[in-house]
C-alpha cells in the first residue's frame, strides 16, 4: 500500500500500475525503462502543462478533426497508463485505434486489445501484415488502419517508426517528454508533456476547438519552436533549481 500522503504518491502508483501489467505481459520489461526516462524529463519541465505543450495539444486536435482517417497507434504503456483516456479522445475525435509493438507477439497484442476494448475503446482489428519499412516488428500494421492514415497519433514512439511514418507522407503527431529523441525531431509535431496530462487536453480542444483556430493552428504548426520551448522551459528550470 502506498501511502496517499506521500509525496511522489501519484508517480509511485504509477509505477505500481505499469509493475503489475509488466507481470502480466501488458507492458513489456523495455517499457519500464522507458518510463524512467520520460520520468526524468517530467522533473525537468516541472510535472506540468507548458504554454507551448498545450498549443501543441490544440494543434493536434486540429490535426486529428480535420484529417481524412485519423489513427492513435496505442503500445503497452499507452493502454496501461490511459485506455480510458484512448477512449473518450476516440470519442472527441473519430480515430481508429489500433495497436501497435515493438515487443510484439499475438498474445500480448490479444491482452492490449482486451485492456483497451474494457475501457470503451473501439478497436481498429483484423489481419495485420508486414507494411512498414522497418527491420523490428513495429513493421507489422493494418493495411485499412495505420498503413492508410493520413494522420497518425503515436503516444511514447520509437523514433525509427516515427521516421517511417513522416517518410510515408503521413501527419505523425508524437507524444514525447524527451525532446532531444529521435521521435521528437522527426514527428510533424511533438507534444512534450505527460502522457495523461496530454490526452485530455487534447480531448477537450477537440470538443471546444472552432473551425477558424483549426485553420490557424494547421496553418502555423513549427515543430521546432514547439521543441526550442520545451527546451527553454527545462534549460530555466534547471539554471534556478537550487534557489
Ligand atoms: P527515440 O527512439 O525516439 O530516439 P528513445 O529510444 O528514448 O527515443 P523509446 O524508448 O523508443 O525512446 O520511447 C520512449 C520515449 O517515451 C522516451 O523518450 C520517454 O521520454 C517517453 N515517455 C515515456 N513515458 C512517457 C509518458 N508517460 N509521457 C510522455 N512521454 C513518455
Ligand atoms: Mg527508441
Known amino acids: 500500500m502506498i501511502p496517499a500522503d506521500h509525496p511522489r504518491y501519484r508517480s509511485l502508483l504509477t509505477r505500481e500500475r505499469l509493475a503489475e501489467c509488466a507481470k502480466k505481459g501488458i507492458v513489456a520489461w523495455e517499457g519500464l525503462t522507458a518510463h524512467g526516462r520520460g520520468e526524468a524529463f517530467d522533473y525537468l519541465i516541472g510535472e506540468r502543462t507548458t504554454e507551448s505543450a498545450l498549443l501543441a495539444e490544440r494543434t493536434a486536435a486540429a490535426m486529428l478533426l480535420t484529417a481524412r482517417h485519423p489513427v492513435i497507434s496505442v503500445n503497452g504503456n499507452t493502454a496501461a ?3 480510458g483516456r484512448i477512449a473518450a479522445l476516440q470519442k472527441a475525435c473519430g480515430a481508429c485505434v489500433e495497436v501497435n509493438l515493438f515487443h510484439r507477439t499475438e498474445a500480448r ?3 492490449i486489445e482486451n485492456l483497451l ?4 475503446v473501439d478497436i481498429f482489428s483484423g489481419e495485420a501484415e508486414r507494411l512498414l519499412p522497418l527491420s523490428h516488428d513495429r513493421a507489422w500494421c493494418r493495411r485499412g488502419g ?3 492514415a493520413d494522420v ?3 503516444p511514447l514512439e520509437d523514433g525509427d517508426r516515427c ?3 513522416v517518410d510515408m507522407g503521413k501527419t505523425v503527431i508524437a507524444i514525447d517528454l524527451n525532446p532531444l529523441s529521435r521521435t521528437a525531431r522527426s514527428a510533424t509535431l511533438t507534444i512534450v508533456d505527460e502522457l495523461t496530462r496530454a490526452l485530455p ?4 480542444a477537440c470538443r471546444e476547438i472552432s473551425d477558424t483556430e483549426k485553420e490557424r493552428l494547421i496553418h ?3 515543430n521546432h519552436y514547439l521543441l526550442s520551448e520545451a527546451i527553454r522551459e527545462m534549460t530555466a528550470r534547471l539554471s534556478h533549481a537550487l534557489d
Open 220 to 222: 502555423s504548426v513549427n
Open 163 to 165: 521516421a517511417a511514418l
Open 201 to 204: 487536453r487534447i480531448t477537450e
Open 152 to 154: 497518425v497519433l503515436v
Open 81 to 83: 497508463l490511459a485506455a
Open 109 to 111: 497484442i490479444g491482452m
Open 146 to 148: 495505420i498503413f492508410s
Open 117 to 120: 476494448i474494457d475501457a470503451g
